[in-house]
């Protein structure tokens, strides 16, 4: 319906705006236009596989935003599947959970003895808790209280997420409203079709648990182009479509469209389809779901594909067998968000992408000098760009160094929000608490200023700003 403006009626024009708007299939369809798809190599073909039984899973505290962590369990404890091994200082009753029965063989503290990982060596035969399930036509008549408990004891609350600040639902406060992102543009994500076609069972019971526990709207955002019937199909919701090149598929660019952030306690929960899931078949069977697929792409991967994982996986269980070429960059997540690993990593509890990439530190000679055919270009700074970065590779060279702000516009070209992202990244670094709130930051999450970083000219790691700026709006605002 618009480039970087609110959502709003069809036809409207505004002052100094354009907006359009189309119909597909009687809904509303949401078109970005501000953006950039990037263009790599080693996308995941459509075919599903299983790594086998991993050795050892890990919960990793530093997953989950807004928490402080208290164990529950000691090393050498056996634990079963759903079993508590932490929960949080600040809200009762808020637990995370073992994501297979084994033996727990360590517990790593960082500093200031704050807790790192839990890791569990997994039993050969899985055993798991046991928790109330319920037949698909009675979780209507589910009351909210029962909802919360369950999610809670069984440690899936965590999946549930609230914006602003990106951290973990508090279980003692009620959103205005429920996301659910069914679409994904970031670089090697997932295909939500091929997801659900492959296993959809749970997802309508997953939404209208979601929609009894908040009992507040439930926004399902989908692509322009999604065929899958479980989508258009889904019950006890409100169906955006949305389309455009990244971050068009963020859920904060959903909200920001859909159901705008006004003030800090002005709260928003989002919850991924996979974790949609995971709700409904811990609703359905009584046990806690752990499973989900991931994508494993890029050009230095020799096997790329999709493979169901177990929650909190070590990266070299999920990768086993499939080569890895030398000076290869293994990251936990995409290319934009993700976290640079090694394989004894374990996957971060909310990617569903691991990303295998050229490492590179080498230096063109005169590369400044260079029409640019091979180098990838964003602008029309580079020959390459005529050509639609055709025979282009793009590895972690920075190609240059960090220098003072330059507003050229790179960052507004990519960002589809009615912000002034240059202005507000000058308030973060003055911490100027007055003016970052009348800028909107608390509509801003770092995943959706990931793209700002990578083509800004002045080489800034935008991303990292806007996360010292939330927590430091968080703490003294």
């Known amino acids: 319906m ?17 907006f359009s708007a189309c119909r597909s299939s009687d809904m509303s369809v949401l078109r970005l236009k501000r953006g950039h798809d990037i263009t790599l190599e080693g996308c995941p073909e459509k075919k599903l596989v299983n790594p086998g039984r991993p050795f050892s899973l890990a919960v990793c505290p530093p997953d989950f935003r807004g928490i402080r962590p208290k164990m529950m369990a000691k090393e050498g404890d056996h634990v079963r599947r759903g079993q508590p091994l932490f929960y949080c200082k600040d809200h009762d009753g808020l637990v995370f959970t073992a994501p297979g029965s084994g033996t727990i063989s360590r517990i790593v503290y960082g500093e200031r003895r704050s807790l790192r990982k839990v890791i569990i060596d997994t039993d050969r035969i899985d055993s798991c808790e046991e928790f109330k399930a319920f037949k698909e036509d009675r979780i209507p008549e589910l009351k909210p209280e029962t909802v919360r408990s369950i999610l809670l004891q069984s440690g899936l609350w965590p999946v549930i997420r609230e914006r602003p600040f990106s951290s973990v639902a508090n279980p003692g406060r009620k959103p205005k409203a429920v996301f659910v992102p069914a679409m994904s543009t970031a670089p090697f994500a997932p295909d939500v079709d091929f997801i659900l076609e492959h296993d959809g069972r749970g997802f309508q019971a997953g939404l209208t648990v979601l929609r009894k526990l908040a009992g507040s709207p439930v926004h399902l955002v989908m692509g322009e182009h999604s065929t899958s019937p479980l989508l258009s199909g889904a019950q006890d919701v409100t169906i955006h479509r949305v389309s455009g090149p990244h971050p068009a598929g963020n859920v904060g660019i959903h909200i920001h469209h859909i159901l705008p952030i006004r003030h800090r306690d002005d709260i928003v929960w989002y919850v991924s389809l996979q974790d949609v899931l995971r709700i409904g078949r811990l609703f359905l069977d009584g046990r806690l779901p752990v499973e989900k697929i991931v994508t494993v792409g890029g050009l230095n991967v020799e096997k790329r594909g999709y493979v169901k994982v177990k929650q909190g996986m070590m990266l070299r269980d999920i990768l086993e067998g499939n080569a890895i070429k030398p000076e290869s960059r293994l990251i936990s997540g995409d290319v934009l968000t993700g976290f640079k690993s090694v394989p004894e990593d374990f996957l971060g509890f909310y990617h569903d992408t691991i990303s295998v990439i050229p490492e590179n530190n080498r230096r063109d000679f005169f590369g400044w000098l260079s029409p640019g055919r091979h180098s990838y270009s964003v602008t029309n700074l580079f020959v390459s760009k005529l050509f639609n970065n055709n025979n282009t590779a793009i590895d972690t060279r920075m190609h240059g160094s960090p220098r003072v702000i330059i507003p050229f516009g790179n960052i507004e070209s990519v960002l589809p929000m009615d912000l002034l992202p240059t202005f507000l990244i000058k308030m973060i670094l003055a911490r100027d608490i007055d003016e970052m709130e009348k800028l909107g930051i608390y509509e801003c999450d770092p995943e959706d ?29």
Do not use: H, T
């Open 2 to 18: 618009v480039e970087g403006a609110r959502l709003v009626p069809k036809g409207y024009l505004g002052k100094n705006r354009r």
């Open 449 to 477: 200023f990931a793209l700002c970083s990578f083509v800004d000219a002045s080489k800034m790691e935008i991303s990292d700003i806007i996360r010292q700026g939330l927590e430091y709006v968080q703490k003294n605002g």
